[in-house]
Each structure stands twice: as C-alpha cells, then as structure tokens.
C-alpha cells in the first residue's frame, strides 16, 4: 500500500459550455447531493489520511472489504482488495459472502448492483454519493419507459430491452420485468447474442457506441440500427426505419470516450509505427475500427500487462488507468491517444477524504452513505443481472 496520497494538479475537462479548468482536490461544487463531511478530513494531508483509513480498517478486519474500479484514482485504489472492470465487480459482489461492509470506490449504478447482488447481510457503502456516471443520466426511466410503450405500439412483441450496465438499478429492474438482460462491456456481444436467441429485435441503452460497435461485430449492417433520440416523437425515426431495424439504439454516450478520435489513432501511429492501438468500446465505430484491439477496463489491463518488454501501446480509456498501466510496465511505452488529459469527473469524486470518513464512521459503529435499493426495484434488477451473469 503506498504510503503517500498522490494530489494532481488541476485538470482540463469538458463541460456543457466547452473545456473548462476543474480543480482535482476538493470538488465540492459539484457535491451536491454530498453531504458535507466533517471540516477535519479536508485539514489532513496525504499521509495522515492514509494512517487513519488503514487504522479502521485494521479495526474491522475481515467486516471490510474494498472494490475498487480501474478507473478510480492512485490514491484511493491503494487501498483496494480488489480491482477490476465493472463485470468483475458485479461478479464478486454476487459471489462473496463474508465482508459484512462493502465500500465501494466507484459510481453510484455500481454501487447499486453490488447491493443487488450482494447477501442481504452485507452493506454496501459508496464514499461519496455525487459519484455518478453522466452516461447512465442520459437515460432516464420515464424516458425509456415512453419508448418501450411507442415501440411496443409500431413494432409489437419483437423487442428485448438490453440495458448496459451504466444505468439506474430501475431500469435493470425495467429489464428484469420484460425478459430483458443488463451486459457490460466485458459480455456485450454474448449477451446480445442470448437476446436475438430470444426476440427479433433489440432495445439497447444507453450508450449507442457500445450497441453499435457491438452490432457491427455480430455482422448487423449499420441501416439495421437505428439510433432513437429521447427528445423526438417517435425517436425521430419512421415506421419504415424501426421496422427494418434489428437494434434500437438509445442516443447516449460516455463524454470522456467520445473525446478519442481517428485522427489521434493516425498521429499516434506516424509517431510510433509499431505502436497497437487499444480502446474502450464506448469509442465511436469509427475509433474502434481504427485501433487494433478493443474491450472493456479488465480488457485493457491485461493486454498491456501480458504484452511484451518493449512493446508500445495508445490506450483509448480514462487517464488513470492509462497512467496506472503506464506506471506499472516500465519496460513498455503506454500512453493516452488523447493529448487533453480528461479524467471521468464522476470517479475522481471518491476522494481520500471521503474515503477516511466513510471507513472511520464504520469503525464507530456508524453506517454512512449506504446505497440501498427497494425490494421490489432490486428483485426485477436482479433477474436482469442474474440473467447476464449466467450468459456471460
Ligand atoms: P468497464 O465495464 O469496462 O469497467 O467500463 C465501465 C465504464 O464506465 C467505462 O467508462
Ligand atoms: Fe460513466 Fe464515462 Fe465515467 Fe464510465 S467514464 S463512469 S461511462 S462518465
């Protein structure tokens, strides 16, 4: 466990209003549905916050267990029992019994499946509840809901709702009721291929990038998927377009991928000819077509990591995970396709700090910041969750 909290300095992000400077340290305006933590956690610097989670932790033993994903920063997954991408998260949250904390350093729709799928006895605690993930915002459940019923009406009882991971424990639970499934990007393609085993069509949300780039795999022609845009009557698609459309993709995205572009793809490899090009599947078609290799965190990890000494990798994901793989295989040179270092704002929301208090607060015998889900959402969510698992 490293012993010093790393501190970034203060990054270029994108916002609705364009690029804009956000400081890393203490992103309290975008806490709002945060409460405040004590005063005392924002006085400690990196080594006291380091001491005091590692002194509750020892208190608690084996009651604690941390997750974190890899796109969390170095000074939180330090601490960490276990990383990974979202599937290997969910899967561990279904299949682990003992710890009976579960803190969580991710998003909040993480959060939730790990309640989902956890035991009953066990908590699931996220540090800071403002971290969310902006591509499952752009699905929201009335939304989805109105479309289902529009397409039910044109299209009948062709359609099998497929909701990426990135999404509200309601709409899981929207899959559960109406045979429907949830995939990661890690199972994207068997899930959706247990969905054409089932129905004719699909309604994927709500990241189109992945449906696409999925679609195209499976050999879909594009003019079979129609991209469905919440604002517009009907999607703002014809009869004729839903018709001749095998999947149905909801018009959301992930705003840190859809910064990665072919033309970064073509400089890298003028730069570096032996470079290999590895990107997430949130990445436009185009960007994934243009690199070498694409899948999900884990994915990304250990190609980098089982690749040879002296190989060169252009990695399309988030920055800190680029710069943990970076870091982590000197005899390789690894770096970002996109010179803008652009983090996943939501992630970078667990800070140490959070952290502490959280874990501190368990000590005590006080529980914070628990994610918790209704019964019934959770009942019909875990179908939908269950239902991928046993797919993928
Ligand atoms: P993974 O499932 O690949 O970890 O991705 C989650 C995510 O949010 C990527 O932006
Ligand atoms: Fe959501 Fe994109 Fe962040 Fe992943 S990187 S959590 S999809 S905003």
Known sequence: MADEILLLPDIICETDTGLATVPLVRERAFAAWQHDIPQEYWTLD???????????????????????HHYQREDVIQFADFKGDSFKLARWAAEQRQAEYIVFCGVHFMAESADILSAPHQKVILPNMAAGCSMADMAGTDDVLAAWDDL??????????????????????????????????????????????????????????????????????????????????????????????????????????????????????????????????ECSLEVVQAADYDGSTEFIA???????????????????????????????????????????????????????????????????????????????AKVALERMLETA
């Open 46 to 68: 990196g080594p006291a916050l380091t001491a005091r989670v590692a002194a509750a932790r020892r208190k608690l033993g084996n009651r604690l267990v941390v997750l974190g």
């Open 152 to 281: 039910q009406e044109v299209l009948g009882d062709t359609i099998v709702p497929v909701t990426y991971m990135n999404s509200a424990a309601a709409l899981k639970a929207f899959c559960g009721r109406n045979g429907g499934v949830v995939c990661t990007s890690s199972n994207a393609q068997k899930v959706l291929a247990w969905a054409f085993a089932q129905k004719q069509r699909v309604l994927f949300f709500p990241d189109q990038h992945l449906g696409r780039n999925t679609g195209v795999k499976m050999g879909i022609p594009l003019e079979e998927m129609a991209v469905w845009d919440p604002r517009l009557p009907l999607g703002g698609l014809t009869r004729e377009e839903l018709e001749r459309s095998r999947i149905i993709l909801w018009k959301g995205h992930c705003s840190v991928h859809a910064r990665f572009t072919v033309d970064q793809i073509r400089e890298a490899r003028e730069r570096y000819p032996d470079v290999q090009v590895v990107v997430h599947p």
């Open 302 to 380: 250990k190609i980098i990591t089982e690749a040879p000494a002296g190989s060169v990798w252009a990695v399309g994901t988030e920055i800190n995970l680029v710069s943990r793989l970076a870091r982590e295989n000197p005899d390789k040179t690894v770096f970002c396709l996109d010179p803008v270092v652009c983090p996943c704002s939501t992630m970078y929301r667990v800070h140490p700090a959070y952290l502490a208090w959280v874990v501190e607060e368990l000590a005590a015998g006080r529980v914070v910041n628990q994610v918790t889900v209704d019964a019934e959402t959770a009942r019909w």
